[in-house]
Nanobody
Framework: QVQLVESGGGLVQAGDSLRLSCAASGGTFSRYVMGWFRQAPGKEREFVAAIRWSGGITLYADSVKGRFTISRDNAKNTVHLQMPSLKPDDTAVYYC????????????????WGQGTQVTVSS
């Protein structure tokens, strides 16, 4: 059983940056594909980014590609999402997830989820 705890969300202005972190415990972190998803009010949960076990290969949603960066530190059991140049459309609850399939953008492919961290971007 893997436990995931997100942190780093907050209220920022458009153009600001945030760095989300996800701390994992209870499992062999390096065995899992790690992903970030987000869910805005009234919308379905959507894929943001994922990173493979070794961290060398990443996958991004078109909406954040070239802007957000996902990274992982297997020695510290953490995964991060660097989010510069934030836009109001980035406002959502951001979730960290752990799974075993690659490549995948599907929430159903991830086995473990954190509770989420709120990101609010004001215009």
């Amino acid at each position: 059983q893997v436990q995931l705890v997100e942190s780093g969300g907050g209220l920022v202005q458009a153009g600001d940056s945030l760095r989300l972190s996800c701390a994992a415990s209870g499992g062999t972190f390096s065995r899992y594909v790690m992903g970030w998803f987000r869910q805005a009010p009234g919308k379905e949960r959507e894929f943001v980014a994922a990173i493979r076990w070794s961290g060398g290969i990443t996958l991004y949603a078109d909406s954040v590609k070239g802007r957000f960066t996902i990274s992982r530190d297997n020695a510290k059991n953490t995964v991060h999402l660097q989010m510069p140049s934030l836009k109001p459309d980035d406002t959502a609850v951001y979730y960290c997830a752990a799974g075993g399939n690659w490549p995948t953008r599907l929430p159903s492919a991830y086995d473990y989820w954190g509770q989420g961290t709120q990101v609010t971007v004001s215009s």
